[in-house]
T-cell receptor, first 112, second 116 residues
Framework: GENVEQHPSTLSVQEGDSAVIKCTYS??????FPWYKQELGKRPQLIID?????GEKKDQRIAVTLNKTAKHFSLHITETQPEDSAVYFC???????????FGKGTHLIIQP | DTGVSQDPRHKITKRGQNVTFRCDPI?????LYWYRQTLGQGPEFLTY????????KSRLLSDRFSAERPKGSFSTLEIQRTEQGDSAMYLC??????????????FGQGTRLTVV
């Protein structure tokens, strides 16, 4: 089955700086890669996703890059703000949102 | 509220008891997913439905776990003879199948189960 590794487990950055979270996956048939943000005690919320026919996708301060050859994808957050503090999860699947395999999460801390 | 809703939000039960959780998906979504999340971990996929058909159940954690979606709308997840290791957050999500213009999964707030 699919295995998703996520790094780092904790990331602390100064407000205004950029943050990068990296994930690798093992199943070459995976074709859908979403990123979820989860605040303490709340539901995971989709912030951006990418499909395997695209190498990069951007939405305002958030971008995701995908390298299918190396089987890794990354989340980039620019101009970080205090409200970006949360746990971020990457995930992968073979078919849309069916049977997503999640990474263990990255606790992002934005220092004022 | 047009999001995914789950009931109850919290459940405390004694070891050995059966528990049942309910999920109401976003009304236009025909896919419904169940996940389990333990502290400090990402959600772990359990099972999913396309309308009333359960398409994947091999990843349910044991035969004590079962799920239904009898009319293709709400779903229930039942755990029989609960064990302390079943304590976790049980998340439900809904979405559209692969191949649709939008296939992302939207999660509910979850049901937090504590087995004492």
């Amino acid at each position: 089955g699919e295995n998703v590794e996520q790094h780092p487990s904790t990331l602390s950055v100064q407000e205004g700086d950029s943050a990068v979270i990296k994930c690798t996956y093992s199943d070459s048939a995976s074709n859908y890669f979403p990123w979820y943000k989860q605040e303490l005690g709340k539901r995971p919320q989709l912030i951006i996703d990418i499909r395997s026919n695209v190498g990069e996708k951007k939405d305002q301060r958030i971008a995701v890059t995908l390298n299918k050859t190396a089987k890794h994808f990354s989340l980039h957050i620019t101009e970080t703000q205090p409200e970006d503090s949360a746990v971020y999860f990457c995930a992968a699947s073979r078919g849309g949102a069916d049977g997503l395999t999640f990474g263990k999460g990255t606790h992002l801390i934005i220092q004022p | 509220d047009t999001g995914v809703s789950q009931d109850p939000r919290h459940k405390i039960t004694k070891r050995g008891q059966n528990v049942t959780f309910r999920c109401d998906p976003i009304s236009e979504h025909n896919r419904l997913y169940w996940y389990r999340q333990t502290l400090g971990q990402g959600p772990e996929f359990l099972t999913y439905f396309q309308n009333e058909a359960q398409l994947e159940k091999s990843r349910l954690l044991s035969d004590r776990f079962s799920a239904e979606r009898p009319k293709g709308s709400f779903s229930t997840l039942e755990i029989q003879r609960t064990e302390q290791g079943d304590s976790a957050m049980y998340l439900c999500a809904s979405g559209f199948p692969a191949g649709q213009p939008r296939t992302e999964a939207f999660f509910g707030q979850g049901t937090r189960l504590t087995v004492v």
